[in-house]
Nanobody, 121 residues
Framework: QVQLVEAGGGLVQAGGSLRLSCAAS????????MGWYRQASGKQRELVAT???????DYAASVKGRFTISRDNAQNTAYLQMNSLKPEDTAVYYC???????????????WGQGTQVTVSS
């Protein structure tokens, strides 16, 4: 019943910005760490950024200084602000979260369906 739904992807020119959101829904007791991953066509999925419940963050070297991950615990939502976008950022972006469902006694890991980000040159 727990779901992660991404939104905000689209087509943008190089140097532009996009803001992705990831909303968790369902019977949720607590969300621990959240993160963003991406998978370019024909390539493996890679970690982009992570954020703990107390908002400690970490970033892949390729996006450091350009992307910012944040979260709103009251809304069970994470965000990825992407600035200075490059064509190399083109990928499907996936949200990930460790969630303690209301009917469980521990955390499980969940993935969203992904949202396409395309950066044109």
């Amino acid at each position: 019943q727990v779901q992660l739904v991404e939104a905000g992807g689209g087509l943008v020119q190089a140097g532009g910005s996009l803001r992705l959101s990831c909303a968790a829904s369902g019977s949720i007791f607590l969300i621990n760490a959240m993160g963003w991953y991406r998978q370019a066509s024909g390539k493996q999925r890679e970690l982009v950024a992570t954020i703990t419940r107390d908002s400690s963050t970490d970033y892949a070297a390729s996006v450091k200084g350009r992307f910012t991950i944040s979260r709103d615990n009251a809304q069970n939502t994470a965000y990825l602000q992407m600035n200075s976008l490059k064509p190399e950022d083109t990928a499907v972006y996936y949200c990930n979260a460790d969630i303690w469902g209301a009917a469980r006694s521990g955390f499980l890991n969940y993935w969203g369906q992904g949202t396409q980000v395309t950066v044109s040159s």
